[in-house]
């Protein structure tokens, strides 16, 4: 286990030169290599959705993936989202709405979110509701998350 | 001219969200020091046994490891001290920080290996090698005690608690309902597994503690005291916290021996919890069996009720003690007038993990079993569960209304409190009526639907006291530096509103500074439903006598009087006249440290809300899933400071109440093995179990106990869902009394269906 790779992270258009074991998890990588530590680890085996970031625009579990898997790839975490000081509407919708309490599922939330709106803009209620069970939240009961999510796709869809 | 702004009753936008929002939040797992070590512990395979040998050899011998500890490393340490609800024959069953000679549950820390890295230290854990000589374990917390060690048996103590003749009661009653039910054990199961960060500055002497949470000021004192420190050399600092409910910010074996391991090993030594780990490891709650029965007359109100019933606490005592039992056994009686009550509740411990509180504890249990119970004697007299409960409702006239009962050191006083209202306000929302005549209709055309009602009583701001600090920093800013501890609730917002509206400022100009043991000398911490009461008040408080404060320091710079002068955005200005005006900055400024202001507010009795929950469920005959079509909740609150925040408990609340009714239990296997280890098999709800809700948040009985009335709202949104819940699936399926055990799994209710 000891012989170490070094690969390029490409985390929000920037590149991050690491060195690490071929079993090291993408979300490690991005936590503790990169040390972009808004992607968070709820459960380390693709249940919670916590650690949810986007490679090559896909909604992915930073957890299931290893490190290595994702060189070269267009990884896209929480951090990227807004705009300087202008928040992705998103990231408004969800304050907008009381969508998050502790905060801690959030990222994952709003990263599957955008992903799978950037793809599918027209999603349906009912398939969108079927994306969002994917991911556990403990604080809020979901129906500030679902009713965030529903606002930001009508305002993304806009733009 | 504008006067001062409102902002409490207001749903303004929360100050915590902006960061949480573009991933700059700092939870436990983001803190890191230079040159920390990492923490990973070697936890029992065993239910019960005695330590023969430990190894650790292989572990030693990996590159990267720099220590392992046992039981004999840390033997000095004393075991974690109860928090709460102490009693002294619970002592002897606290748990060491590392198992010493036996062990009692799978997952009971055994050892700790100490590594350069998080990768290193799972690779070593998985080397050490645990001989441990297996023991028969107890599994059944109702069954026949049995030995805990030499000395000692399994049940330490049984709880009891009394008003009024009940043995009287009952023999002199013509009707008596029996019932034997039971709840599962599940848990709080926040999305941030524990975390804990320590490190030793030598310098200065002081030991601190990252990653603290709910209670951060009696943790400081109760490591201090374990590792033999004087309190001011040890420091706990929280930061953004995943989540509470119960189990999170309780001292925990992991806790202290970070905090020891840096002290011997002078580096930082930082341990995040897995989530297997986690479901055998942090507290569990809820586990209790109970054997009720009501004295009834013929109109079906109640003479009394008896309430035996068995706690099961798991392997060890941990920091909540009899917290839980003994909240289940003083608030049963709920809404309700029940003339004679006795409660005796057997603390037993078993080979399973230990328990803690988790949101409405001894609530959610005991009010799922009261209003079994009053389901029961409606079905017994024949007449309407919703008729039933009004009939033994506690009249708005007796208020307050002393209960005869005490808890967690106060006398239960029901401070005011209009229960008739609110059920008829439940039932309208609801349409009661109508959704009787649709549910018949769908019954008669094949259909399994059905509705069920619970009421509840609340606990909340529990004393006795809290302290708040006010400050105007040069800058303008104003800080509120309490006690109170966050745990994602939305405690900035809440108390930056109140501190605002009194003071006169704009509430995202104040800072509130809370979990951090060196900015305040003392403090209660976050549980039990208290901040927004105590802490609001005590804001209050001290946000009045620094608006005096500075009101008198400004009349003196700007030349009048005090009482011609008000604050409003910030700026002192003239009241009713135009005029020069002065930023409180300005004034800070012109006064240094002089705008400052501390109170204390203190409390001998908590405050009361109550509810009333509605569901309306429809079971599918062949899988025996349950879908919950409608869920109306109504909750008094006395005064929301920001409604927003109180429909996002209650909302919050509700989805964990449904996942212990419906989904979530840790089982184990007849060795003691867990079976729950994984989300995949503790299911817990998502975004497609969770129905539509209604939400009615009332104000018809303000605390008297506070001036603005405030009573928390952190909990009656879970309370009473396994009590609806269960009471809409008897109807469903067209057994009154069927559902006797939480969470009612598809297994569970095919072969309730099958009996039927």
């Known amino acids: ?159 | 001219m504008t006067g001062p702004t409102k902002y409490i009753g207001r749903s303004v936008p929360r100050l915590e969200d902006r960061p949480l929002l573009t991933g700059k939040g700092r939870f436990a797992a983001d803190i890191s020091f230079p040159g920390q070590w990492t923490m990973r512990v070697v936890r029992s395979p065993v239910a019960h046994g005695k330590i023969k040998s430990i190894d650790a050899n292989a572990a030693l011998a990996l590159p990267g490891v720099r220590a392992v500890w046992t039981g004999a490393d840390v033997a000095r340490i004393p075991p974690i001290d109860f928090r709460l609800t102490g009693l002294t024959a619970l002592e002897p069953y606290r748990q060491s920080v590392l198992a010493q000679h036996y062990v009692r549950y799978v997952g009971e820390p055994v050892a700790a290996v100490f590594a350069a890295d998080q990768y290193t230290a799972e690779d070593a854990a998985d080397l050490v090698e645990v001989n441990i000589e297996p023991l028969p374990v107890i599994l059944d917390a109702a069954g026949p005690p049995g030995p805990f060690d030499e000395e000692r048996g399994t049940e330490p103590t049984v709880i009891e608690k009394k008003s009024g003749d009940v043995d009287a009661t009952f023999r002199a009653a013509t009707t008596i309902v029996e019932l034997d039910l039971a709840i599962g054990r599940h848990s709080g199961v926040p999305i941030e597994t524990r975390g804990a960060i320590a490190r030793y500055d030598e310098i200065k002497d002081v030991l601190e503690m990252h990653g603290a949470a709910k209670v951060p000021h009696w943790n400081r004192d109760t490591i201090a005291q374990m590792l033999g420190r004087k309190k001011e050399s040890v420091q706990l600092y929280e930061g953004h916290v995943g989540g509470g409910f119960g189990i999170r910010g309780e001292i925990y074996p992991e806790d202290v021996l970070v905090c020891a391991a840096a002290l011997t090993f002078k580096k930082p030594i930082k341990w995040i919890e897995d989530r297997r780990e986690h479901l055998i490891a942090a507290n569990h709650s809820r586990q209790q069996r109970h054997k009720i029965k009501a004295a009834i007359d013929r109109d079906g109100r109640i003479l009394g009720i008896d309430n035996e019933f068995f706690h099961d606490n798991g392997a060890y005592m941990r920091t909540h003690a009899a917290t839980v039992p003994d909240l289940t056994a003083a608030m049963l009686p709920g809404p309700y007038h029940v003339p004679a009550y006795r409660a005796r509740g057997h603390i037993r411990l078993t080979n399973k993990t230990p328990c803690g509180t988790y949101r409405a504890p001894g609530r959610y249990e005991s009010t799922f079993v009261r209003e079994r119970l009053l389901d029961a004697v409606a079905a017994q007299v024949g007449i309407d569960r919703v008729e039933i409960r009004r009939r033994n409702l506690i009249a708005k006239s007796a208020m307050p209304y002393a209960l005869g009962l005490d808890t967690l050191g106060t006398h239960i006083v029901y401070d005011s409190g209009d229960y008739a209202l609110l059920l008829d306000k439940a039932l309208k929302i609801i349409g009661w009526d109508e959704l009787q005549e649709q549910l018949r209709h769908r019954r008669v055309a094949g259909e399994k639907v059905g509705a069920g009602v619970a009421m509840f009583v609340e606990k909340s701001g529990l004393g006795p006291f809290d302290m708040v600090r006010v400050d105007v920093r040069p800058d303008g800013g104003i800080e509120v530096i309490t006690g109170v501890a966050s745990v994602g609730q939305g405690v900035e917002t809440v108390i930056a509103q109140i501190c605002a509206e009194t003071l006169g400022v704009n509430y995202g100009d104040v800072r509130v500074i809370h979990g951090q043991t060196d900015r305040i000398t003392r403090g209660m911490g976050a549980f039990a439903s208290r901040v927004t009461v105590m802490c609001g008040e005590a804001t209050r408080l001290a946000a009045t006598r620094l608006r005096e404060k500075a009101l008198q320091a400004a009349a003196e710079q700007m030349q009048t009087r005090a009482d011609q002068l008000d604050i409003v955005n910030g700026d002192i200005v003239r009241s009713g006249e135009p005029g020069p005006s002065m930023p409180l900055a300005e004034l800070a400024r012109a006064v240094p440290g002089g705008l400052s202001a501390e109170d204390t507010f203190e409390s001998a009795h908590m405050v009361y809300p109550y509810g009333v929950h509605i569901a309306a469920v429809c079971v599918d005959g062949d899988t025996g899933a349950v879908r919950i079509e409608r869920y109306v909740i109504a909750y008094d609150v006395g005064k929301a400071v920001n409604p927003k925040l109180v429909e996002g408990q209650i909302a919050g609340g509700l989805a964990q109440g449904i996942g212990g009714a419906l989904l979530e239990e840790f089982l184990y296997d007849e060795a003691g093995e867990p079976l729950s280890v994984t989300f995949a098999d503790y299911l817990m709800p998502t975004a497609r179990e969770i129905p539509e809700l209604s939400m009615l948040v009332t104000e018809d009985a303000p605390s008297p106990l506070n001036p603005l009335g405030l009573k928390g709202a952190g909990e009656g949104g879970a309370n009473p869902v396994g009590a609806a819940i269960a009471s809409a699936i008897d109807d469903a399926i067209g057994i009154p009394g069927a559902v006797t055990r939480l969470p009612i799994s598809p297994q569970r209710l095919k072969a309730l269906m099958a009996a039927g």
């Open chain 1, 1 to 159: 286990m000891t012989g170490k790779t070094a690969i390029t992270l490409t985390i929000n258009g920037r590149e991050h030169a690491i060195v690490v074991e071929p079993r090291r998890t993408l979300a490690d990588a991005i936590r503790e290599d990169c040390g972009q530590t808004g992607t968070h680890i709820g459960c380390e085996h693709g249940v919670c959705g916590a650690c949810t970031v986007l490679v090559d625009g896909e909604p992915v579990r930073s957890c299931l993936m290893f490190a290595v898997q994702a060189a070269g790839k267009q990884i896209r975490t929480v951090e990227g989202l807004a705009d300087g000081d202008v928040l992705h509407p998103m990231q408004q919708a969800f304050m907008d709405h009381h969508g998050l309490q502790c905060g801690f599922c959030t990222p994952g939330f709003l990263m599957l979110a955008v992903g799978v709106l950037e793809r599918e803009p027209d999603i349906k209620d009912e398939d969108l509701l079927d994306v969002l069970s994917s991911n556990l939240c403990r604080c809020t009961g979901y129906q500030n998350i679902v009713k965030a999510v529903r606002a930001a796709a009508k305002t993304m869809r806009r733009q």
